[in-house]
């Protein structure tokens, strides 16, 4: 069964449908309520994706108790620490990684309950923090740690603003939830907080942790900030929203495919050196073989194959190429298409 994880936000109190932002939200291809919710820009039925928490493919993994009742962590590796929300619908995953010196905190989770007094307690060494990418359901914590690390991109400074409750509210309605929201959480003034960034990085670079070397590689795309971690000496790739196992979804303004294409063909050719993939949503690690199968539809998909569905807005079009699913939007394979109004 495929899941499908995906956020998407039109502003309607702004400017008649335009595209604020996607990014990942949970479900499951055969569930209509919730696919259809998402694509309409509202949290989805939980009453599908609640039965499937916790995920099979994350409970084999031990699990490792931290305070509260929030977030529930999997050690999946020596040092390595998937730190999951599985009670909000984006079920967002941001991961530990611990070395003999210091620690990368990569993704920080939506920031509905405080991520820092989780990481303390799987960690005493220095933690840096790098996001996978700018969306907001990643970045939510940034503003709990001093030592945040950051692309000089334009589309990564833009959103360190932060987001205004009104951007971020469907993120906390009821239906948002398995059962009820954190009870430390003020829903009613969620907003994605602002964060300071301590240090730019660029991609080639590399963090040292002491046994363990983290290379950070360019994966434009989902966004043009999206980056991928590779840990090269024990064959792990954390990929953020570059892959994970559902929905692709490229009809946000800043997602490029023509840039997918060339990212994916580059990690697809790293997948015979990995051990495991380990994504930003949903499900904790993944084979590195799923690596060319998405290399290869998103080929596939940019040749006008696939098995295509216009979406109900006909703005949006579903694509199939095998098990790999993607939301593309129609203008962009129109060249003459008028540019979406802003
Ligand atoms: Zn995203």
Sequence with gaps: MRDLRRRARWATSTSAAVLLFACGRTGDGTDAAKRDSAVNGTAPSPTSWCAKIPRPENVRFPRVDVPGDWHEVYRVEPGVFAITEPRQFQEAIAY????????????????????????????SRPVRVLNSHSHFDHVGANHEFEQVLALDLPFTRGNEGGKPHGDVADEVVPSAFCGAPPTTADT???????????????????????????????????????????????????????????????????????????????????????????????????????????????????????????????????????????????ARAAATAPARPQ
């Design 96 to 123: 530990l990684i611990v070395g003999d010196s210091s620690a990368v905190l990569f993704d920080a989770g939506i920031g509905l309950v405080p991520l820092a007094p989780v990481v303390q307690a799987l960690t």
């Design 188 to 330: 009613a003034a969620f907003r994605s907080r602002p964060w300071r960034v301590a240090r730019r990085v660029t991609v080639g670079d590399t963090l040292s942790l002491g046994g363990r070397v983290l290379e950070i590689v360019a994966a434009p795309g989902h966004t043009p900030d999206a980056i991928v971690l590779l840990d090269r000496s024990n064959g792990l790739l954390f990929t953020g929203d570059t892959f994970y196992e559902s929905q692709l979804w490229f009809f946000a303004d800043e997602t490029d495919i023509a840039a997918y294409d060339a990212t994916m063909s580059r990690l697809a050719a790293l997948a015979p050196s990995l051990r495991r993939v380990l994504p930003a949503h949903n499900t904790v690690s993944a084979a590195p073989s799923r690596l060319a199968d998405v290399a290869n539809a998103v080929q596939v998909l940019r040749d006008g194959g696939g098995v295509r569905v216009i979406d109900e807005d006909g703005v949006r079009e579903a694509v199939t190429v095998g098990d790999v699913r993607f939301l593309v939007r129609r």
